[in-house]
């Protein structure tokens, strides 16, 4: 076993040294985040700390602002302290780990890097999150055991949200020292970490930036627009919507500059060096300052009247959005197709011969994504052995760090190996010598159906090594069928004992199919296994129930329909809080709704740490219908010991607010914060791992004696309280700050949350919570102005507020 890691130091305030500070934070790591003394303090403040320490508390305050948040919840910024490299580096002698984030010029880390060996202790790990600088140049003068203990850490930015960890070691890195951080960068922070070797902008930005560069020169060569290349490039070539340009506006175009220039200078023999030239016209907007985002505007910007401009590279004036029409009717067309290699095929079209002469916005674009793909594949495989000896990690690299959902190497077995190969050639494309091998030794694709990956350097398959907890519900299951199964859902067998539900309707909707298979589900756990996950699949865990079909309902005024759908809901959910064995739910992304009410009936939770939860039903004018009003309010209830003398008045007005607001957690963490899930719950950092940490979680409950939890009921403010909410309603109304059915909705809330007129009169039982819930969210289906949100939200993705 390594040391552990518990405190750490991270001297650089900046963008990436806070958001670095941020996430060691949020893996309970304690942060001293320090930066240099403002330069010009007047003789007053040269003696006031707070003054001396100003840039690293600015640091810290700007991670506390960020938006998307840094931090998982604000109380985690109570682990970093701040303070300055001249007055603090004492206190860096406690710490196991130091991260440098300053500016990126060798002098400025010299000069770190020879204070911290006088201060550090020989355990601690010095770490540089430099983009490109070599080891060698950056460790000049530093001792052979400083050297043993350094290496580079490179974080992607924004840290919390980037999964990609690019490790870097010098030829003096201890392997202990390696090992220790590559453990604590995917045990500990959830990373995924790739092995690079030491040269310019490492495995990530050498052939990210590269593919982006090659994009703007291949759409000056073709004539397109830059909404052209980002249609393209975009999902149909399944890399994330930001595609090219948007993603530089993001990244910032200053940023970009200097990743190329750094290649440009640092790689004078590089084949495809003129690619990292940056266009006349991208220098230009870096000197008039349209660097994107943090500027205002970059390739577009959003105009006076809200429209999303674009910045026009012939004329450097900005214009209306463009491009070509039949471009941009083939990319929403591939972006509909869920999976990412057969949008690669369709977009490219490997059995076009005439690809390259026919004319046509389509055949263009096709000719633009197979010119763009084919150079930036053979790019990346002419780089394996340089900047890693991995094909696997240049494919983790761009699916964790670009967002990519295909690296170069997988999108090549996607097109067909020997396709791709043949076509490159005749199209003079240069391909390395490492291909031909591969090739004669009658190799067909890069990662084969038996579990291997070929080693372009050995010249043969290898076994893929992969992390046995990261595994996927495909992976896992059993059998050649699932257990149970219908139009909505299904149920497979995961092994050990251990049941999976998956819904498989559209964006994992609950529907009268999958509330029907939840409770068959239940009940084939209880009396063939050990306990239940439910695990989806897509991009989300689940937004909601499937809201067509209560407007079709509403709509056609069946009444009685909707009892039955929401009662069924309702059982389903208790089924599972009821349940023999553990039913753990795993949410991840958008969990709203009727999602969240899945999770709060599952009673156990194991969240990704990106999960953003809440019960948003009164953006389509109705409240909670699966027996959500009542399990949160229960948590609410839980969490206070027994004999305690609280106002459930209280308890039932933060409830009510978060309901009634649409609060949405921004974490997993921040979710239990609100009692969205139970302070118990787990929290898998690396949702990769989720499944498996799930599975882990069920395990232990069932091996641990479970039983399932007695029903509750509780005294609630009743009349009085629905007196008291509605009065602060009135004032909303009063103020323009709600409307009158914001009103409306609100009070049914109130009715269903203070357990009704009698609430107070003696214990609400569960069974006496659900009907009131049931019949105003019937009543609110009734409601005009509520159907009208329903209709707004099915045409328009987003709420209508009337």
Same mark, same amino acid.
């Given at each position: ?108 880390? +010299?000069?770190?890097?020879? &204070?911290?060996?006088? =201060?550090? !202790?020989? *355990?601690?790990?010095?770490?540089? @999150?430099?983009? #490109? ?52 960068? +995917?045990?500990?922070?959830? &990373?995924?970490?790739? =092995?690079? !070797?030491? *040269?310019?902008?490492?495995?990530? @930005?050498?052939? #990210? ?594």
């Amino acid at each position: 076993m390594s040391l552990p890691i518990r405190r750490a130091a991270v001297v650089g305030a900046g963008v990436m040294g806070s958001g670095i500070a941020a996430h060691l934070a949020n893996a309970g790591v304690q942060v001293l985040l320090m930066d240099i003394i403002p330069p010009g303090l007047g003789d007053r403040e040269k003696n006031d700390r707070a003054a001396r320490n100003r840039f690293a508390a600015g640091g810290l305050d700007r991670a506390l602002k960020a938006k998307p948040a840094a931090f998982f919840h604000k109380d985690r910024a109570r682990l970093v302290t701040v303070g300055n490299v001249e007055d603090d580096l004492g206190r860096l002698e406690d710490c196991d780990l130091v991260i440098e984030a300053v500016i990126e010029q060798i002098e400025p880390k +010299r000069a770190l890097f020879e &204070k911290l060996e006088r =201060v550090t !202790k020989s *355990t601690c790990i010095v770490a540089s @999150n430099t983009s #490109g600088l070599r080891i060698a140049d950056m460790t000049a003068g530093r001792s052979e055991g400083f050297r043993r203990r350094f290496l580079v850490m490179h974080f992607f930015n924004p840290v919390r949200y980037m999964k990609l960890l690019e490790l870097v070691g010098g030829p003096d890195t201890a392997p202990a020292t390696f090992d220790r951080v590559r453990r604590f960068g +995917r045990d500990v922070l959830g &990373k995924g970490v790739v =092995v690079g !070797k030491d *040269t310019p902008n490492f495995i990530g @930005n050498r052939v #990210g930036v590269h593919a982006l560069l090659l994009a703007v020169h291949l759409m000056l060569e073709e004539g397109l627009s830059p909404e052209d290349v980002d249609g393209i490039t975009g999902e149909p070539l399944g890399h994330p919507k930001s595609a090219s340009f948007r993603t530089a506006d993001i990244v910032g175009l200053d940023t970009l500059v200097h990743v190329a220039e750094n290649c440009v200078t640092s790689l004078p023999h590089d084949e495809d060096r003129p690619v990292f030239e940056v266009p006349p016209y991208i220098r230009s907007m870096v000197e008039k300052k349209l660097l994107g985002d943090k500027a205002k505007g970059g390739f577009y910007r959003r105009g006076k009247d809200g429209a999303i401009e674009t910045l026009d590279p012939k004329t450097l004036e900005y214009r209306a959005r463009g491009g070509d029409k039949e471009i941009r009717a083939l990319c929403k067309e591939l972006a509909a197709l869920e999976d990412p290699a057969e949008r690669i095929r369709r977009l490219v079209d490997m059995g076009d011969a005439a690809g390259s002469t026919a004319q046509g916005g389509k055949a263009l674009a096709r000719r633009f994504a197979w010119r763009l793909l084919s150079r930036s594949m053979a790019y990346a495989a002419r780089r394996v052995g340089e900047i890693t000896d991995d094909i696997t990690a240049i494919d983790e690299a761009m699916r964790w760090g670009y967002n990519w959902e295909l690296g170069p190497f997988e999108t090549w077995d996607a097109l067909g190996f020997d396709a791709v190969v043949d076509r490159m050639e005749r199209d003079g494309v240069s391909v390395p010598a490492s291909i031909g091998r591969m090739r004669s030794v009658g190799a067909k694709a890069f990662y084969s159906p038996d579990g291997r990956v070929f080693d372009l350097l050995a010249g043969q398959y290898k076994p893929l090594v992969t992390d046995p907890r990261v595994a996927t519900l495909t992976v896992l299951r059993k059998g050649g069928a699932p257990v149970l199964k219908n139009d909505g859902a299904e149920a497979w067998d995961l092994g050990d004992g251990v049941l999976g539900l998956t819904f498989k309707s559209k964006a994992n909707s609950i529907d009268a199919d999958v509330i029907k298979l939840i409770g068959e589900a239940v009940a084939k756990a209880e009396t063939e296994f050990r306990g239940m996950v439910v695990a989806n699949r897509g991009e989300h865990f689940c937004v909601g129930a499937n809201l067509f079909l209560v407007a079709m309902a509403a709509g056609q005024k069946a009444w009685g329909d909707l009892q039955s759908m929401i009662g069924n809901f309702q059982l389903a959910c208790q089924r599972m809080k009821y349940a023999a064995v553990p039913v753990v739910a795993a949410p991840y992304g958008m969990t709203l709704g009727g999602g969240l009410e899945v999770c709060l009936g599952a009673g156990h939770v194991q969240a990704a740490a990106e999960t953003y939860a809440g019960l948003v039903e009164v953006g389509v004018g109705l409240i909670p219908g699966g027996g959500g009003n009542m399990n949160l309010l229960w948590h609410a209830f839980a969490g206070v010991p027994e004999g305690t003398n609280v106002d459930p008045y209280t308890l039932v007005t933060q409830v009510f607010k978060n309901i009634a607001l649409a609060r949405v957690a921004t974490s997993a963490e921040e979710a239990q914060a609100l009692g969205y899930f139970g302070a118990e719950s787990g929290v898998s950092f690396d949702r990769a791992r989720q499944l498996a940490d799930a599975k882990a979680r069920i395990i232990g409950l069932a091996e641990s004696g479970y039983h399932p939890p007695a029903a509750r009921a509780y005294v609630l403010p009743g009349e009085s309280g629905i007196a008291t909410l509605t009065m602060m309603i009135d004032t909303l109304v009063a103020a323009g700050q709600a409307t009158l059915h914001d009103a409306k909705i609100a009070t049914k809330l109130a009715e269903v949350l203070c357990g009704g007129v009698g609430g107070s009169a003696r214990e609400v039982t569960e069974s006496e919570m659900l009907e009131l819930e049931r019949e105003a969210f019937v009543s609110l289906c009734g409601e005009p102005k509520s159907q009208e949100r329903m209709q707004y939200m099915l045409m328009n993705n987003k709420p209508l507020r009337n």
